[in-house]
C-alpha cells in the first residue's frame, strides 16, 4: 500500500500527517509503528489522521495514534499542525475550523501572524472522569511512584494528564519517573507525566512523559493542563508562558466552566509517499 504523506512539527513534537479524506487509509496497529519508527519508518512521536466528518456541526475528525500503535483522544500541538494542513492541502479556506475528536470538539484557528490557536476544551478535575482511582476529590493528591511519594493534580484536557511541581525542570526526574506514573495502576487509562517548574506567575518551564511515545520535545495538551493545575492551586494567573525543550506555547485560562486557549506554531517539514508494509 502506497501513502502520501506530510511530516510537521510543533515545537518539536513531531507529526506524521495523512490524508484520509482523498486517500483510502488502512492503518493498523502494525503500520502506525512502522510509520513512527524513525529508523526503518518516517518518524515521529504521532501520527495523525484527517478523516471526513462523522457528525453535521464538525468539519474533519481528527484521529491520533501514538508512536506505539496506540490510538488516543487528544494532542494540543497535533491540532495546529491539523488546522495548517487542511489549509496548506486546500481541504477547507476557513481559517477557524470545528474537529471532532476523540476527547470531543476542538476549534483550532489560523491566526494572521501564521500562529494557531486552538480551543482545547474546558478542563477536567473530577477523578472519575480523568480517569484517576481516588476516594477523594483533592485537587492536589499522593502518589506513590516506586517507594517515593509525589503530590500530582489530576486533569483531562481530553485526554489524561498528571502534572507534579518539581524546582527544576532540568533535574526533574523524568526519564525515572515518567513511565512509572504513565502506567500506574490509579490511572486505569494510562497518563501523561507533566513536570512543571513555576518561574513567575505568568511564566513555567515543563516536560513532560507521553503516553504511549516517551518524552517529547512539547506537548500541547499537556501545557494547558499544567496551566490549569497551577491557577487552580493559585500559583500562576493567566495568561501564561510555557517553556518546552522544543519552544514556547502562550496558555489563556479564565477559570472554571471556561475553555483553555492555547496558541503556538505549526510547522511543514515535507511531503513524501511510503508503501506501507
Known amino acids: 500500500m502506497r501513502l502520501r504523506f506530510t511530516k ?3 515545537l518539536g513534537n513531531d507529526f506524521v500527517v495523512i490524508d484520509a479524506v482523498r486517500q483510502a487509509v488502512e492503518l493498523t496497529l502494525e503500520r502506525a509503528r512502522f510509520l513512527a519508527d524513525r529508523h526503518f519508518g518516517v518518524g515521529c512521536d504521532q501520527i495523525l489522521l484527517v478523516e471526513p466528518p462523522a457528525r453535521p456541526d464538525t468539519d474533519f475528525r481528527y484521529r491520533i495514534f501514538n508512536a506505539d500503535g496506540g490510538e488516543v483522544e487528544q ?11 487542511v489549509h ?6 476557513r481559517r477557524e475550523i470545528r474537529v471532532e475528536t476523540r476527547g470531543g470538539i476542538i476549534t483550532p484557528r489560523l491566526e494572521d501572524d501564521g500562529q494557531v490557536t486552538v480551543d482545547m476544551g474546558v478542563p477536567v478535575f473530577e477523578p472519575a472522569r480523568v ?4 476516594d477523594s476529590d483533592a485537587l492536589v493528591q499522593p502518589l506513590e511512584v ?14 489524561p494528564h498528571a502534572v507534579q511541581v518539581v524546582a527544576d525542570v532540568d533535574a526533574a526526574p523524568v526519564a525515572r519517573q515518567g513511565p512509572l506514573i504513565e502506567r500506574h495502576p490509579r490511572f486505569p487509562a494510562r497518563v501523561n507525566a507533566g513536570f512543571m517548574a513555576v518561574v513567575d506567575r505568568r511564566h513555567i518551564r515543563l516536560r513532560v512523559y507521553e503516553r504511549g511515545a516517551g518524552e517529547t520535545l512539547a506537548c500541547g495538551s499537556g501545557a494547558c493542563a499544567a496551566v490549569a493545575a497551577g491557577i487552580a492551586r493559585g500559583l500562576l494567573d493567566s495568561p501564561v508562558r510555557v517553556a518546552t525543550r522544543g519552544g514556547e506555547l502562550a496558555i489563556a485560562w479564565a477559570g472554571p ?3 483553555v486557549f492555547m496558541t503556538g506554531p505549526a510547522l511543514t517539514v515535507f511531503h513524501g509517499e511510503i508503501d506501507l508494509p
Open 8 to 10: 510537521m512539527h510543533g
Open 75 to 85: 494532542c494540543g500541538n497535533g491540532a495546529r499542525c491539523f488546522v495548517r494542513f
Open 88 to 93: 496548506e492541502q486546500g481541504l477547507s479556506t
Open 131 to 134: 480517569p484517576f482511582v481516588s
Open 146 to 159: 516506586a517507594g517515593a511519594t509525589v503530590d500530582v493534580t489530576a486533569i483531562s484536557m481530553g485526554n
Open 257 to 259: 466552566g471556561r475553555p
